[in-house]
Structure formats: C-alpha cells, structure tokens
C-alpha cells in the first residue's frame, strides 16, 4: 500500500477525538464527525493526513502503518533482550 501525505485539514464545525495513537505517537487515527483520518507530524513541525474517508478505510491504512512501523526504542530493547 502506498500511502501520500498531505498537510492536515480539520473538518469546520466537527468534533475530533482521537481513537488511538501509535507506540511513540508517531501516528494518530482521528474521527472527525463522519470520517476518519490519520495523522502524523512532520519534520518541519507541520501536522500532515492521510486515509480521510469513511471510518474504515482510515482504519485500514491505520492498520498498515502501524502494522510497518518500527520505533527505534523497540528495536533496541528487541537487540538488548536477544543478547
């Protein structure tokens, strides 16, 4: 799955809660009224989007995030552990 970024949109005059966060917050999947979306930030400080849709196609890419995602820390506790 390819996924494309783009700077963060909020929908006007719609609740947003946040329905779960990556291991190290790197990701963040978003209700807004009746979409769903994935966040993220950016190197320059920018909160960047991707996956806006109905809930569950923000879920699915949420899912192959998280699901790629490797976060330093755990790959060194994984290294520390095996040794």
Known sequence: ?????????????VSVWVQESSCCGAYTLLHEGREGVVTRWSRDGNRMETGRGPHLKALLVWNHLVGCHRHYRHEKRKRRVAS
Not at 4 to 11: C, F, I, R, V
Request: aromatic share 16%; charged share 25%.
């Open 1 to 13: 799955m390819q996924v494309k970024w783009k700077p963060y949109m909020p929908s006007p005059d």
